[in-house]
Nanobody, 124 residues
Framework: QVQLVESGGGLVQAGGSLRLSCAASGRTFSGNAMGWFRQAPGKEREFVAGISWGGGRTIYADSVRGRFTISRDNAKNTVYLQMNILKPEDTAIYYC?????????????????WGQGTQVTVSS
């Protein structure tokens, strides 16, 4: 079992930056690939970024590649999402998720554990 709690969301002006954190508990945390997803009002939840359990491989959605960086510190049981050059279309609730697999994938169905979400609002 993995428990996840996101933090770091808030209101930011377009072009600004935020860093989201995901604090995880559970003995097998380091064995799970991790992902960030987001869901805007009226839209389907979408994959944003993912990272393998060892941190050696990352995957990004086309919409955020070059602007967002995912990282993890397994010693601290924490996953981060550094978001730069934020755009209004980045506005969404951001969810941290833990996969049951060590290999990072984009499909949300492979993620067994989810945080409660943190709101990110980007103003123009």
């Amino acid at each position: 079992q993995v428990q996840l709690v996101e933090s770091g969301g808030g209101l930011v002006q377009a072009g600004g930056s935020l860093r989201l954190s995901c604090a995880a508990s559970g003995r097998t945390f380091s064995g799970n690939a991790m992902g960030w997803f987001r869901q805007a009002p009226g839209k389907e939840r979408e994959f944003v970024a993912g990272i393998s359990w060892g941190g050696g491989r990352t995957i990004y959605a086309d919409s955020v590649r070059g602007r967002f960086t995912i990282s993890r510190d397994n010693a601290k049981n924490t996953v981060y999402l550094q978001m730069n050059i934020l755009k209004p279309e980045d506005t969404a609730i951001y969810y941290c998720a833990a996969s049951r697999l060590p290999t990072v994938v984009t499909a949300h169905g492979t993620y067994d554990y989810w945080g409660q979400g943190t709101q990110v609002t980007v103003s123009s």
